[in-house]
C-alpha cells in the first residue's frame, strides 16, 4: 500500500508529465485514461486512474491484445504481472497505473477476426480491443474519459461522446467485446451535426489520393437523405471510418457497422470509382437504416439485415434516387433470389442465418427478413387506415424504448413493436416464418399492393386504393 504522501507526490509526477491543462481536469471520472503516442505513433502511452476502488480487473476485447501489451506499471514502476488481464483487485483507492501497447503492427496471433492495426501513409487506425484496457462491465453510474495527447496537428477520431471539457471524451457503457476503433494521425476528419447527431468522418490516405471533400459531401448527403425519409437517428454520435484502396468494380464493395461506444460505419471504398457511382450505389443507405434499430443478437441477422434491405431502396425511392417501380422491382428481385436460395438449400431461415457467419450465402437471410418487413408494413398501413405503419413503429420504438448499451434480440424488439402497435403482428410474423424452410408468402401483400411480378420486372396496378398503399410506402408520409 502507498502512503498518502506518496500517492500525492506522484499525483503531482503524473501532472507534470501532462500538460497542465490536463491537470487542471480534477473532477476525474470514475475511470480516467490519458493517452499519449509520439510523432511515429509505434506505441501507445496510458496512464490510467481509478477515482474510488479500482475494478478487479481490466480485460480488452481482442485475444491478441495481451501479444500487444508491452507492460503495465504501478505507480511506483514496480512491473504488474499479467495473466491475460489486467490485474486491478486491492489497489488503494484513488491509485493510477501505468501501461504500453505495441501499435506498430497487426498483430494476428489468436484473433482471427481481421487485422486491428491499419496503417495508410500518415495514419493509424487501431481497434479498441488491441489497446483499451477497462472493467468487463461500465456500470451505469461510472464514468470513463480517455484524454489523449498526440503529437500537434495530429488529429483523432473515436467512436465517443465529446464532453463540455476540451479533448475528454467519455466512453459510453457499452459493452467491451463490442468492437470500435480510433484513428490518428494525418488523415482527413470532417464533423457534421445533422439533426443532432454528431457525426466524425475520417478518411484515411490512399493512392490515387481519395477526394475526401466530396466523399464527406457524400456522406453528408446520404445522412440527410435517410433523415428525411425515416426520421432522426436515434444516437448522438456516428463515426464514419472509410478506408480507400478497395480492389473492387463497385464504388463501395465492403460495409457494415460497429457499435461499441457509439455506431461506427466502416466503409472500404474503391476511390478510382466516378464521384456519380457512389452517389448511385445504395450501400451507405443501407448501413444508415442499420442505426434505427439497436444492436441485435448475429443469430438474428435475419431481422436487421432484412430491415436495411427493405428500407435500402424505400428510403432511395423517397428521396427520388430512384423511381418506386425501381424500387419494387428491386425488392421484388431480391424476394425471388431469397426464394430460389431457400429452396435450393432447404434450410430455416435460423439454420440459414447462423451458417451466414461462416461465409455462407445470404439471399435467404437478408430478402426473407425484407419480405416479413414488407408483409407487416402493408399490415400496419391496412389496419390502421394508415395511421400506423413500421416507420411508426420504429420512431416510437426508438423514443420509448431503445437501449443503447445491450444486445438485443429479435423477439424482445419485434415483442415491443407489438405492444407499441397494440396488437400481435411481429412476433407471429417471426413464429411463422423463422423456423421453417419456407419464403415469406407474399401473395397478400402484392394483391394489396397492386403488384405483379412479370419476367425481370414488376407491373404496378392502376387502381387508386393499391397505388395509395404503394405510395404510402415509397413516397416519404406527409408530416
Ligand atoms: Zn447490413
Not at 475494478?55 to 480488452?60: G, Q, R, S
Not at 405483379?452 to 414488376?458: C, L, P, T
Request: charged letters at 20%; glycine letters at 6%; proline letters at 6%.
Amino acid at each position: 500500500m502507498l502512503s498518502a504522501a506518496l500517492k500525492k507526490s506522484q499525483g503531482v509526477k503524473f501532472c507534470l508529465i501532462w500538460l497542465g491543462l490536463m491537470c487542471a481536469i480534477d473532477a476525474r471520472a470514475d475511470y480516467h485514461y490519458r493517452v499519449s503516442a509520439e510523432l511515429d505513433l509505434k506505441k501507445l502511452t496510458v496512464d490510467l486512474c481509478f477515482k474510488g476502488q479500482a475494478p478487479e480487473k481490466l480485460v480488452a476485447e481482442s485475444l491478441d491484445a495481451s501479444v500487444a501489451l508491452l507492460g503495465a506499471w504501478h505507480e511506483s514502476g514496480e512491473p504488474i504481472t499479467l495473466s491475460g488481464f489486467i490485474p486491478t483487485a486491492g489497489l488503494p483507492e484513488g491509485a493510477c497505473i501505468h501501461y504500453q501497447v505495441d501499435i506498430s503492427r497487426g498483430v494476428q496471433r489468436h484473433d482471427m477476426t481481421g487485422p486491428k492495426v491499419y496503417k495508410s501513409i500518415a495514419a493509424t487506425a487501431v481497434s479498441n480491443g488491441l489497446w483499451f484496457w477497462r472493467p468487463e462491465i461500465i456500470p451505469q453510474n461510472r464514468q470513463v474519459f480517455v484524454e489523449f495527447k498526440l503529437p500537434a496537428d495530429y488529429s483523432l477520431s473515436t467512436p465517443w461522446s465529446l464532453t463540455e471539457s476540451e479533448g475528454v471524451l467519455e466512453v459510453p457503457a457499452t459493452p467491451f467485446d463490442w468492437p470500435s476503433w480510433i484513428v490518428l494521425g494525418h488523415f482527413f476528419k470532417k464533423e457534421m451535426i445533422v439533426n443532432g447527431t454528431h457525426f466524425d468522418i475520417s478518411i484515411l490516405d490512399g493512392s490515387p489520393t481519395p477526394d475526401a471533400e466530396a466523399l464527406a459531401e457524400w456522406i453528408g448527403q446520404e445522412v440527410a437523405y435517410v433523415q428525411s425519409a425515416l426520421g432522426e437517428i436515434p444516437f448522438s454520435n456516428v463515426q464514419v471510418f472509410i478506408l480507400p484502396n478497395a480492389r473492387a468494380r463497385q464504388p463501395v464493395p465492403v460495409a457494415y457497422v460497429t457499435r461499441g461506444g457509439s455506431p461506427t460505419l466502416h466503409l472500404m471504398i474503391n476511390q478510382r470509382r466516378d464521384m456519380q457511382e457512389f452517389y448511385d450505389d445504395w450501400t451507405v443507405t443501407h448501413e444508415l437504416s442499420h442505426l434505427f434499430l439497436p444492436f441485435i443478437s448475429p443469430d438474428d441477422a435475419w431481422f436487421y439485415e432484412g430491415f436495411a434491405s427493405y428500407y435500402q431502396y424505400v428510403v432511395r425511392a423517397r428521396k427520388g434516387l430512384l423511381s418506386p417501380k425501381k424500387a419494387w422491382s428491386n425488392l421484388l428481385y431480391g424476394f425471388r433470389r431469397g426464394s430460389r436460395e431457400a429452396e435450393a438449400r432447404g434450410l430455416t431461415l435460423r439454420e440459414a442465418t447462423q451458417k451466414m457467419y461462416q461465409g455462407e450465402p445470404f439471399m435467404q437471410v437478408y430478402w426473407g427478413g425484407a419480405a416479413m418487413m414488407l408483409i407487416a408494413d402493408v399490415q400496419l398501413i391496412k389496419q390502421s387506415n394508415g395511421s400506423w405503419s413500421l416507420d411508426r413503429v420504429i420512431q416510437e420504438f426508438n423514443l420509448c424504448c431503445m437501449d443503447r448499451t445491450r444486445a438485443w434480440t429479435a423477439l424482445e424488439v419485434l415483442s415491443i413493436f407489438d405492444e407499441l402497435y397494440g396488437y400481435p403482428l411481429f412476433v407471429p410474423l417471426m413464429n411463422r416464418y423463422v423456423n421453417v424452410n419456407e419464403f415469406p408468402d407474399m401473395d397478400d401483400a402484392f394483391q394489396s399492393l397492386g403488384l405483379v411480378a412479370s419476367e425481370g420486372d414488376v407491373m404496378l396496378s392502376d387502381d387508386a386504393d393499391q397505388r395509395s398503399l404503394r405510395d404510402l410506402i415509397m413516397f416519404i408520409p406527409s408530416q
